[in-house]
């Protein structure tokens, strides 16, 4: 590892920001979210493209009030992030989470891509599953003072501090990871392609190859990956129709009875769809209700 003193000067690029607004799936409220949390993403420089999806950084002051925010994975993500109250490696979380964000505080973060963060890690991704681990596991220097440091550096001077780090770490360019990036867009944007057997047939390998490659890079298996896409996609339907079709809903995303769609649903948010709905409503800025580790994806 490279001399890892925080030194605010020397940065000569400005971080752009992602373009558009970035409102993950997994986000069970966005909208309330977006009410009380300040989230801004910025793009890695080219180098770091493959590996990297965006730095991140979020603020929130709530002045004495508490907000809650129910996630559930998204894509799966690893995110390292850096925060007074804590700092460490975020694996894929599996089950539903909540975050709280009480008082006021702000963390910076970088998030990988889909099994990028494999040309990093030594050991095994999966082993990162359902947990939050030392940072000092990637970054040795990440004590308690060197992060007190860098937190003191604005937004893009923290972040150039980080790619100075990650760049120390000289990762290697690796055609698995484009590939897991590329089924992974496939099946978000393809209706057709809800099992593995699809998956395999459109990309030409075998099954088992596939659920391999995703236990040994991403630390799930792709069948599971394949689920959580359709609970998600049921969530976003949910939440952009005032009257939902259950029986389509459940017929569209693959599901051969409406009661197996409402039974997966509850397993995984832990409330049916018609539960979810009742508490988006509730919950909108028309009925207001009232973190401290990132947020997931």
């Not at 975050?99 to 990988?112: D, K, L, N």
């Not at 596991?137 to 972040?159: C, K, M, V």
């Not at 760049?167 to 057709?192: H, W």
């Not at 197996?260 to 049916?272: P, S």
């Amino acid at each position: 590892m490279t001399n890892s003193s925080i030194i605010p000067g020397g940065v000569n690029d400005v971080l752009q920001k992602s373009a558009g607004s970035y409102e993950p799936r997994g986000r069970l409220d966005p909208a309330g979210f977006e009410r009380h949390v300040s989230f801004h993403t910025y793009l890695p420089p080219a180098d770091l493209a493959p590996f990297i999806e965006h730095f991140w950084t979020i603020r929130w002051d709530q002045a004495g009030n508490t907000y809650y925010s129910e996630e559930v994975m998204h894509r799966p993500y690893v995110d390292v992030f850096v925060s007074l109250q804590q700092s460490g490696i975020q694996g894929t979380f599996r089950g539903k989470r909540t975050y709280v964000a009480a008082g006021s505080g702000r963390i910076v973060g970088i998030r990988f891509r889909p099994g990028a963060f494999h040309a990093f890690w030594g050991g095994a991704v999966a082993d990162l599953q359902d947990k939050i681990i030392d940072l000092q596991q990637l970054f040795p220097w990440a004590d308690d003072r060197h992060t007190e440091r860098l937190l003191a550096l604005d937004d893009q001077t923290a972040i150039h501090h980080l790619i100075k780090l990650l760049r120390a770490i000289n990762p290697q360019p690796d055609s698995n990871i484009e590939l897991i990036n590329k089924i992974i867009t496939a099946i978000e944007t393809d209706e057709n392609l809800q099992t593995v057997k699809a998956v395999a047939r459109r990309f030409g390998r075998s099954e088992r190859w596939l659920q391999q490659l995703f236990q040994d890079y991403v630390g799930i298996g792709l069948k599971w990956l394949l689920q959580r896409h359709r609970l998600l996609s049921a969530a976003e339907h949910i939440r952009e129709s005032d009257n939902p079709d259950w029986v389509a809903i459940a017929y569209d995303l693959g599901y051969s009875s409406q009661q197996h769609f409402i039974n997966d649903f509850k397993q995984v948010l832990g409330k049916t769809p018609v539960q979810y709905k009742k508490e988006l409503t509730v919950n909108s800025p028309t009925h207001a209700r009232p973190r401290s580790t990132p947020p997931e994806s």
